[in-house]
């Protein structure tokens, strides 16, 4: 690696270096109390796969460039220089982690691996050796923003031949459309993913509550958060930003995706509106009585994979249970404590990676395909596009004889008239 | 030899508490005046109070208990003992009427609050050398814990010696002239600390201890400033 690549990776590290990184960076001991916490390693268990481990990869090139001992005396904190080596061992540390923050319950500091990987992720993108294909699905993304009007005809042709399946799963007003877009002044704008799956069911359950909704234009996923780079991260965000001040809406609906749920209700900032999940959503609409569920639709026990970007890394835990409560008598929580539950193993970029990580995702999640043959129950839903992705893997591959749900799918199933 | 008992036990005394203030107050001043990260880092659920639920998570240590209950033991007794020491230390240099509420001799614990420091000291150091700890660990790991057992070693030898062995060479007025006059910029060293037998013990504890304050504003051990604030993090 020439110097000048290095000067610059190293001022992407710098740039990374707020507060909070900073006290991640000082703070840890190596007490070695998080290797128990990660799924990789609870599943294959080498040294690298341990939160701290990881960390210290990126920790070793921080005490090198940017403190003291790093430079008096180099060797007390191993401390790495920034090399090519260096960036193939930054690859495997994170791109093996999905982000899922399970360590930050077991750390007697809470420091935040994922935070650390950030930077991993950032020089990496830095030195143009991160995955080429998330990297092109931002790009496609922001694209996507910049000229709408070439994908506008296309994507309206695609919306309206779905409308009929909408009026299938739930009959609305006559005169009303069923995938409203582009709706000036309503109060609710919901940003699906690309695919039917992520429009029909929401779309049904909108109209039966008498939303007043409409469609955004964009997707809601974030491959720029999957790659770790800030500047894509924002782009993909702002066009969503800018479409719900255009329409004035009141609220922004995030589909079942973790990750976008989770930059937008975190990142965004203060807003004009407000950012919901569509799980919260749907457990308000069951509490004011706006929709009613069949509960003898599904036979057989439930049980619920809390995505991490949604639960432990955003808190919405009470509400997929209300849900679910109005599906099912016969609900099974897998973990006693949702902030333990094992992370799906498909997180941070690893299921839009395809078959290229299909191996190791299955290798390092042997826990969580433990984790829900232990409850037993016959249907296991989700609310996040990637958990839904992995755990259909795994149930194919553990052989694990569930069926793999979408909740938003659930309640749009079960859907009763009063 | 005196000469070198001198500059131990005073002009790198000075130098050591010089590094050890200046250097936690500008790493401090240099972290803190970093920005803040622009979201929220908290990890769900939580309940009540969030500040409550950091100081719990800094002085409780409440995931060591509940994932390593035997590291907890050991972390307890460490920090506890830690902080008694402390409290022995700041006593030789006067009297605290506060710090006497439980009316005790200087040192607290007869003897024993050194001892299961010692022990701690070890049981950290020793479970370093097992995997995976040990292929987690770094140099300065071990020589911290080293640096930190050798001090506690040989200061608590001096209060063995005193205690369960009734040496009265060098007795606690003898500690308390020297540390006195070193805390009144008026350094004298009493014939007892430079010239009994058990003098070695002293400068050697000095020696350590000065080289663990000189180190401690660059190493990992300023988790003690920083569990609070990184533990705040985690509760938003």
Not at chain 1, 148 to 153: M, T
Not at chain 1, 237 to 260: F, H, P, S, Y
Not at chain 1, 395 to 403: A, F, L, Q, R, T
Not at chain 2, 113 to 136: E, T
Request: aromatic fraction near 12%; include cysteine.
């Amino acid at each position: 690696m020439d110097q000048n690549t290095r000067d610059e990776l190293l001022k992407l590290f710098q740039g990374k270096l707020n507060r909070a990184m900073r006290f991640y960076l000082e703070t840890c001991s190596r007490c070695g109390l998080c290797t128990k916490a990660c799924h990789v390693h609870e599943s294959m268990p080498h040294v690298k796969y341990i939160a701290a481990y990881r960390a210290e990869i990126v920790r070793r090139i921080y005490k090198k460039y940017f403190k003291g001992q790093g430079k008096a005396w180099s060797s007390v904190g191993e401390s790495k220089e920034l090399t090519e080596m260096a960036l193939e061992e930054l690859y495997e540390a994170a791109y093996s982690c999905t982000g899922c923050r399970r360590c930050m319950v077991y750390c007697p500091f809470g420091i935040d691996t994922q935070m650390i990987m950030s930077i991993a992720k950032l020089l990496l993108v830095g030195a143009k050796q991160e995955p080429e294909i998330l990297t092109m699905l931002a790009d496609t993304s922001i694209e996507k923003g910049k000229s709408l009007d070439v994908f506008k005809e296309g994507f309206l042709q695609g919306i309206k031949s779905l409308e009929q399946k909408v009026v299938e799963k739930w009959k609305g007003e006559a005169d009303a459309t069923p995938i409203p877009i582009d709706v000036e002044g309503a109060d609710l704008l919901y940003v699906a993913l690309a695919g039917a799956h992520s429009i029909i069911p929401a779309a049904a359950i909108f109209n039966a509550a008498g939303e007043h909704w409409t469609l955004s234009f964009f997707e809601a996923v974030n491959f720029g958060a999957f790659v770790g780079d800030p500047t894509k991260t924002k782009l993909i965000m702002n066009r969503i930003i800018d479409e719900a001040k255009r329409l004035r809406v009141k609220e922004v609906c995030i589909c079942e995706c973790g990750t976008a749920f989770r930059v937008m209700k975190q990142l965004s900032g203060k807003q004009p509106f407000k950012v919901v999940s569509i799980t919260e959503l749907h457990a308000r609409y069951l509490r004011e009585g706006r929709i009613h569920l069949d509960k003898n639709r599904f036979k057989g026990s439930i049980t619920y994979h809390d995505p991490c970007q949604i639960a432990r890394n955003a808190g919405i835990i009470d509400e997929p249970r209300y849900i679910l409560q109005q599906l099912t008598d016969d609900f099974r929580d897998m973990s006693p404590d949702p902030k333990y539950n094992w992370c799906c193993g498909g997180g941070g970029g690893l299921v839009a990676l395809g078959e290229e990580t299909l191996d190791f995702r299955m290798k390092s999640s042997s826990v969580k395909a433990d984790q829900v043959r232990e409850t037993g129950a016959k249907i296991l839903a989700t609310a996040c596009e990637n958990c839904h992705a992995q755990l259909s893997d795994l149930n194919d591959h553990y052989k694990m004889g569930v069926d793999v749900q979408f909740l938003s799918s659930l309640v749009a199933d079960a859907l009763v008239h009063a | 030899m005196q000469t070198v008992y001198y500059i131990i036990l005073v002009p790198m005394v000075y130098l050591a508490f010089a590094v050890f203030i200046l250097g936690t107050a500008i790493r401090l001043v240099a972290l803190f005046r970093r920005p803040k990260n622009p979201s929220t880092l908290e990890i769900y659920p939580q309940k009540g109070s969030k500040l409550l639920g950091a100081l719990a998570d800094t002085f409780l240590l409440p995931t060591v208990r509940k994932h390593n209950p035997l590291l907890w033991v050991f972390l307890m007794i460490f920090h506890i003992s830690f902080l008694l020491l402390i409290i022995g230390h700041l006593e030789l240099l006067g009297d605290f009427r506060i710090f006497q509420v439980w009316e005790h001799e200087i040192f607290l614990g007869r003897g024993f609050i050194g001892l299961l420091l010692c022990i701690s000291l070890l049981f950290f150091l020793f479970r370093r050398f097992v995997s995976p700890n040990r292929d987690l660990s770094v140099p300065e790991d071990y020589y911290l814990l080293i640096l930190l057992f050798l001090t506690v070693l040989f200061g608590s030898e001096m209060d063995w010696a005193r205690r369960w062995y009734d040496y009265g060479e060098m007795s606690v007025g003898d500690y308390r002239e020297y540390l006195t006059t070193l805390w009144h910029l008026r350094p004298a060293l009493p014939d007892a600390v430079t010239m009994s037998g058990h003098s070695f013990m002293l400068v050697l504890h000095v020696f350590f201890g000065n080289l663990f304050l000189m180190f401690f504003p660059f190493t990992k051990i300023m988790h003690s400033f920083l569990s609070l604030p990184v533990n705040k993090l985690r509760r938003g």
